[in-house]
C-alpha cells in the first residue's frame, strides 16, 4: 500500500480512538474528509500519481475514506450511547416504588372535623343536609323570628348585596327551608361558611363555619339537648370534655343556652384563644322557638325541637390546637400542610 495512504490511515485511526464527544468527531470528518480534509486531498492528489498506479491507488484512497467515514459513524454512535446510559443512570432513571416527589395534598382542618362531626351525628340518625352560602332576608332573620329592626340584627353584622339578598350569617338561616322540606320528626345537620363583617384577631373572622343541628319530635326536651351535644364532644375529644351551660339569648330558641367547653389550648386557665376567660362559647343552642317551628309547617301541639349552632371553626382550632383563627383562611401551606390525613 502506498505510504502516505498507509500512514494517513494510522494516523487517522489513532484521533479517531481518541475522540469521544460529539464536537471532537465532527473536527475528525472537516480534517479528513471536508472538501479541505486530508483523505479528500488524497483523491485531488490523483492527477501526480503514475498513470499504471492510478487504479490500484484511486481503490485504496477510497477504501480508507469508506473506513474513515464508517469508522466515524460508529464511534459517534458508541459514545452517544454511552452518553445516555451514563445520564440514565446518573439522574434520570425512575423508581416506581420510591415516595412521590410531588407534595401530597392534605384536606383543611375545618374538613376533617366536619367529617367526623358529620359521622358521629349520621350514627345518631341524624341526615346531613347542603344549604346556599347567599340567602334572603326571610331565612336568615323573619323565618327565625328576628322581624325586621329587631335589635338582634345587630348582633350578626351582615354582608348585603345589591339586589337585597346576603351572605348567611348563621347556619340557622337553613332552618325553615329543611323543616319545610322534611317534616317532622326531623334529625339533621347542616355545616356551613357563615359571613360576618367583623374585624378580625385571633379568635374573629369575617368567615367561618358552623354545623347547625337540629331534632324535631314528640317530647324532646333540654336533656335530649344537652345528652347530644355531650356525646359529640367527647367523640370529637376522645376525653371528657368540661362544658357549662349559660343562658343565652337567641330569638329563634326559648329557652337558649350558650355551651361553653373550658379551653383546650390554655387548660382553662385563660389566654388570647379564649378571651382569658378559660373558656370558649362553642355551641349556642336551645329549644326551638313555636314561631320558629310554625314558620316551618311543623305542629306545635304535637312536635318540639331542639337546635344547635356549633362553632365548626372553633372545634378544629380546640381539636388541634390552632392559637389564631386567621390561620384556617390564610391560604398557608406551612400551617395547612401539617393536617395530611
Ligand atoms: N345561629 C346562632 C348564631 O350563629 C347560633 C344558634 C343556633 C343559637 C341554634 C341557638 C340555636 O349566633
Given amino acids: 500500500m502506498d505510504n502516505r495512504i498507509q500512514r494517513l490511515r494510522e494516523q487517522f485511526l489513532e484521533n479517531l480512538q481518541r475522540a469521544n464527544a460529539a464536537e471532537a468527531f465532527e473536527e475528525l470528518r472537516v480534517q479528513y474528509l471536508g472538501k479541505k480534509g486530508e483523505i479528500t486531498g488524497l483523491l485531488k492528489n490523483m492527477a501526480s500519481i503514475e498513470p499504471e498506479r492510478r487504479k490500484e491507488y484511486g481503490a485504496l484512497v477510497n477504501q480508507l475514506k469508506e473506513e474513515a467515514e464508517n469508522g466515524i459513524k460508529k464511534r459517534m454512535e458508541e459514545a452517544h450511547a454511552r452518553e445516555l446510559n451514563a445520564r440514565i443512570a446518573a439522574t434520570e432513571r425512575y423508581d416506581l416504588t420510591l415516595p412521590s416527589m410531588v407534595r401530597q395534598g392534605s384536606y383543611h382542618p375545618i374538613t376533617l372535623v366536619q367529617r367526623e362531626v358529620e359521622q358521629i351525628f349520621a350514627s345518631m340518625g341524624f341526615t346531613i343536609e347542603d344549604y346556599d352560602e ?132 390554655c387548660g382553662g386557665e385563660g389566654c388570647p384563644s379564649c378571651k382569658n376567660s378559660g373558656w370558649l362559647e362553642l355551641c349556642p343552642c336551645g329549644m326551638i322557638h313555636p314561631n320558629v317551628l310554625k314558620a316551618g309547617g311543623i305542629d306545635t301541639e304535637k312536635y318540639t325541637g331542639f337546635a344547635f349552632g356549633l362553632g365548626l371553626t372553633r372545634l378544629a382550632m380546640m381539636k388541634y390546637g390552632i392559637k389564631d383563627i386567621r390561620d384556617l383562611n390564610s391560604g398557608n401551606l406551612k400551617s395547612l400542610d401539617q393536617f395530611v390525613k
Avoid at 146 to 156: E, L, N, V
Avoid at 157 to 166: A, C
Avoid at 167 to 195: D, E, V, W
Avoid at 251 to 262: A, K, M, Q
Wanted: net charge negative.
Fill in 134 to 265: 347567599i340567602v334572603d332576608d326571610y331565612h336568615c332573620f323573619e323565618a327565625l323570628n328576628i322581624p325586621k329592626h329587631h335589635p338582634a340584627r345587630d348582633m350578626q353584622d351582615t354582608y348585603y348585596l345589591s339586589n337585597g339578598q346576603l351572605l348567611k350569617t348563621h347556619t340557622s338561616a337553613a332552618q325553615n327551608a329543611i323543616m319545610k322540606k322534611y317534616g317532622a320528626p326531623l334529625r339533621a345537620i347542616f355545616p356551613g361558611r357563615c359571613f360576618r363583617n367583623e374585624s378580625t384577631d385571633a379568635c374573629h373572622e369575617n368567615t367561618f363555619f358552623q354545623m347547625e343541628g337540629i331534632m324535631i319530635d314528640e317530647n324532646i326536651s333540654i336533656s335530649n339537648l344537652i345528652y347530644f351535644m355531650k356525646t359529640m364532644l367527647s367523640e370529637v375529644f376522645q376525653r371528657d370534655v368540661k362544658v357549662r351551660l349559660r343562658p343565652g339569648f337567641f330569638p329563634f330558641v326559648e329557652p337558649g343556652f350558650e355551651l361553653d367547653i373550658s379551653c383546650l389550648i
